[in-house]
């Protein structure tokens, strides 16, 4: 892959990692970067991947780098030997910061022709150095929920269960030394976890699709020190219990019929983050661009230590008059609101500034919240919806011990919390549909917004975030190279269906300037990112709804499993379709009942360069009549145009 081509695809020219396909004996799976998985036996897939990781006090997970790699490569076998380290920041030495800080790593991998795979690790760190947890992490993949499970405990006691539906807010299983789970019906298979006290937590709360089980308890102290020289090894141990299954049915490419079904999800309100320096003294192209894609909402959001960031509330209410838009406001970090203390002086400044600058906002929210916060904002605003939860991600929200009396509860989606793979990027879009599921029953009658939404981690409730220069793929980054790229175009149109899916009432979109805007600047100029692009398509649609594609057997999907995800919304006399291809391969979407009426465009890598090139010309590029089969280059979108007539 050229550079140019990288830096379409993914906003920049890091290298992608080498990937080896290996085997041992039925099972079968890559070794990419210092990560291995997923591992299937016979398709069926029975882990979701392993990694040894190292999590900083702030809970960032830096990549392991391997200079040296030797493998001898069998037909049904493999031996690998790696070499190389963990890169440290300064701040992760314990005492005075260094630079130069990393964990000499050394990792052994061997898997038999009976089907197990062997693990041992050597570490040794070149400083002392703090650590939340350091060890290897095995995952499990989300579709074994519900999934019978066995677990060996440190006790030597024995326990069966399942894997959890429901999110659980906290770690179901506790003081693991083994695991066996049902990967298929009547077919087991089993880690062996010696060394440490390791856990198993439901990743389905940070945006990951998968069960985690990791070394290091959660009820042990944190952080704790990694002693300069002192080396230690971990092992891992994996295999297939009895007969492996039989081949797994492939997977057929998804299907669109149209029209729609008329159990389709309702339609969902887009809002635009927006900052305080954006209302001072507003641009006439940031204007020009709410004029034309009018937004329902924007977005401001106060952080504890940005309250006095100087809002110019006359420039919101130009930006607000520019798109037609209401305004959600939301406070964050305020404890003991409606107790007559400091918070409730906070926001009766913040009322008094609103109503000087004519500003009534449609929705006041107060994270966190809670019956005594929700009656007291209410009557300070009395025309305003009053909501709750988190700025943060799920975990946060699953964990909330305030809430009640909202009429809407809110939290954000990161996927690059706990790593910055591509692959476990889009799968994390699988998630979103248990997170609102569990969130509906344990706060039952309210609405739910999300955002705002994005690649990059907007901030860390864990504490500091890892230093990003946007160019390089990095967990829990407040910059992410990908967004200025197709795969961030992809990834967003992918939870735009997740979330109409889910029946979320509104979305909270990231902001059109920042780090990680949906415009970036060149000279003095503003250009827009294919986010922009596939926004500039959706955001003037009337109406906006998950497409639920369909499988050979017409079971309908309207979740991202497929490697597609697929809107629609209606605009002037025609109805779209935004498809996007969630993979960094071609796929091909088959088009039931296709018109002859329908005309398509494609937003690609060979598109976006040309528009590079060129940028008065259109990131779209033009295909004409609709085909029977589309097929969609690497993270690519499609946008197929039908006129009303053809609704059916």
Known sequence: MSAR?????????EPLPHRLSLRAGPLSLELVGGRLGPVYAHGHEVWHGLAFLFRDAGWGTPEPVFEVQHHHIEVAGFALTLRGHIPCAPEDVAGQPAEGARIELALQLRGDADGAVHLLA?????????????????????????????????????SLSTLP?????????????????????????????????????????????????????????????????????????????????????????????????????????????????????????????????????????????????????????????????????????????????????????????????????????????????????????????????????????????????????????????????????MNGLQSLPSMLETARRR???????????????????????????????????????????????????????????????????????GEDGLFYSSGEAWHMTPSAALLQVCCRWHTLQNVPLQAADDLGTSTPTWPLAAIAGRHGECWQILVANLRAHAQTLHWLDGNRLASWAVLDAQSWSQHQDSLISSPWRELGDCPVELVLPPYGLALIDLPLSSEG
């Open 5 to 13: 081509e990288r830096l379409a695809l993914y906003g920049c020219d």
């Open 122 to 158: 050597q570490a040794m760190p070149s400083h002392d150095l703090l650590s939340n947890r350091c060890g290897w992490v095995l995952m499990h993949p989300m579709s074994a929920a519900g999934c019978a499970i066995e677990v060996r405990h440190v006790d030597g006691r024995v």
């Open 165 to 425: 539906q429901e999110v659980p807010a906290w770690p179901p299983f506790m003081g693991i030394r083994g695991l066996r789970h049902e990967y298929a019906p009547g077919h087991w298979a089993e880690a062996l976890l010696p060394g440490e006290d390791y856990e198993l937590e439901d990743q389905r709360n940070n945006a990951d699709a998968s069960f985690k089980t990791y070394s290091r308890s959660n009820c042990m102290p944190r952080p704790y020190v990694l002693r300069q020289g002192q080396s230690w090894t971990r092992e891992l141990h994996l295999r297939l219990l009895g007969q492996s299954p039989e081949q797994a049915c492939a997977v057929a490419s998804p299907r669109l019929r149209w029209p729609l079904t008329q159990d389709a999800a309702p339609v969902i309100r887009l809002g635009l983050a927006m900052t305080p320096d954006m209302t001072r003294q507003p641009t006439a192209w940031v204007l020009d661009v709410l004029a034309q894609w009018r937004p329902a909402f924007l977005h401001l959001t106060f952080w504890t230590d940005t309250r006095d960031a100087g809002v110019d509330w006359s420039g919101m209410r130009t930006l607000l008059q520019a798109a037609g838009a209401s305004l959600r406001l939301d406070v964050c970090g305020l404890e003991g609101l409606g107790q007559g203390g400091q918070a409730d002086a906070v926001f009766h400044a913040l009322a008094q500034q609103l109503a000087q600058a004519g500003v009534v906002p449609a929705a006041v929210v107060a994270l966190p919240c809670g019956a005594q916060a929700a009656c007291f904002l209410r009557e300070l605003f009395p025309a305003s919806a009053i909501g709750g939860g988190t700025p943060h991600f799920f975990a946060q929200l699953n964990r909330l011990e305030v809430s009640g009396g909202e009429d809407f509860m809110a939290f954000t989606v990161c996927p690059i919390v706990h790593g910055a793979d591509d692959e476990a990027v």
């Open 443 to 513: 706060h039952p009658a309210r609405d739910w917004h999300l955002g705002p939404s994005a690649l990059s981690a907007r901030a860390s409730p864990l504490g500091r975030q890892p230093r990003s220069d946007g160019q390089k793929r990095m967990a829990l980054a407040f910059r992410d190279p990908r967004s200025r790229g197709l795969f961030g175009a992809a990834w967003l149109l992918g939870h735009l269906a997740a979330a109409a899916h889910a029946r979320v009432q509104a979305l909270s979109l990231p902001p059109l300037v």
